[in-house]
């Protein structure tokens, strides 16, 4: 309860936003198994799940790192552009799922067009806001930490930034997959396709990075040399998942 309280003093607005995006995940999961939906080929309801949890973690990360800034005020109109952007677009998918109806690359009428459009559009945004977020870290002094966790929070950002921009390759592919379309056979949940290249794989371990990288500093390396030097090796594999899936193989196949 300590750390919830914490949690919520540093930044209220994404504390809250994190938290109905965690209850928002849990009711999805039960309509999977109590009303489960097939689309192609998968439950529809995995995608806003996925999402919710997502946005959660992100949500739920960025206040936590937030209590290390000097001035919360400094952040407070990215905080507002993350919740409705976000919002935004976990609320579409889920909309879309409950239908059994396509949320991305859905060019199926004009009005799909825009909203797929419209989610292109609030990914940017937000990601734009995260990493005003991310720069914060780097132009103000942080003395209340260790310089390795201070600097993993810095790579976090950034390898945020860069693979959730690289969901606009997804956008120019108009699917998951290279070399096929969305549907096709995949893992479970997940659904990463199995018989192509997938670029949802380097685009969720590069964005999570943002938690990956300030974990591993602050309870394992506890060495800025060390945190340098994963933060280089977490780079190179997400590139090397991301160049595997381009080049259409499958990282996982069978």
């Not at 969305?182 to 685009?203: C, E, M, T």
């Amino acid at each position: 309860m300590e750390f919830i309280e914490t949690l919520k003093e540093r930044n209220t607005l994404l504390f809250w936003f994190g938290l109905v995006n965690l209850i928002t995940a849990v009711i999805l999961i039960l309509f999977s198994f109590f009303r489960p939906i097939d689309f192609a080929g998968t439950n529809a309801w995995y995608k806003p799940i996925k999402f919710a949890l997502s946005t959660s973690i992100l949500a739920l990360s960025i206040a936590w790192y937030s209590g290390y800034l000097p001035n919360i005020k400094d952040i407070n109109v990215a905080n507002w552009i993350i919740v409705i952007t976000l919002a935004f677009e976990v609320l579409y998918i889920t909309w879309q799922a409950s239908k059994g109806q396509a949320s991305h690359y859905n060019q199926s009428s004009a009005f799909y067009s825009f909203m797929f459009s419209m989610m292109a559009l609030a990914a940017a945004v937000a990601t734009i806001a995260i990493g005003y977020i991310g720069i914060k870290f780097s132009i103000h002094p942080i003395d209340s930490i260790p310089s390795y966790y201070l600097w993993a929070i810095r790579f976090g950002f950034i390898l945020f930034v860069i693979f959730s921009f690289e969901g606009f390759v997804m956008g120019a592919n108009m699917s998951h997959p290279i070399g096929s379309e969305d549907g096709g056979k995949g893992l479970p949940f997940l659904n990463w396709s199995v018989s192509h290249g997938d670029l949802r794989i380097a685009h969720l371990i590069g964005m999570h990075a943002l938690q990956v990288l300030p974990i591993l500093a602050l309870y394992l390396l506890k060495n800025t040399k060390l945190t340098f030097i994963m933060a280089l090796i977490y780079t190179l594999l997400a590139l090397f998942i991301l160049i595997t899936a381009l080049r259409g193989n499958a990282l996982l196949k069978f």
